[in-house]
């Protein structure tokens, strides 16, 4: 994590002061792991308008994180074939 990413910290903050139960906060924890810095600032804006805006992030959070693995799966790929 880059130091010029206070949005990382600050959704961090925002997801363990909230009233979100365990395994949703384990669902951001993941999130926040293979997230890049846009990404956090965009989710981090939105999530911190109001309560609803991030219960409707989270209930969606589990296919972006699926979305998110697969382009890395992907992109391992493509690596992986340009090398052999």
Known sequence: MSQDNNYKLKLKDL?????L?????????MFLKISDEN???A??????EDKESLTLLTNHLRDKIRDMNERGRKAWQRLLAIYN
């Open 15 to 19: 997801i363990v002061k909230s009233d």
């Open 21 to 29: 139960p365990e395994d949703q906060k384990d669902l951001w924890d």
């Open 39 to 41: 990404e956090d600032e």
């Open 43 to 48: 989710v981090f804006e939105a999530a911190s």
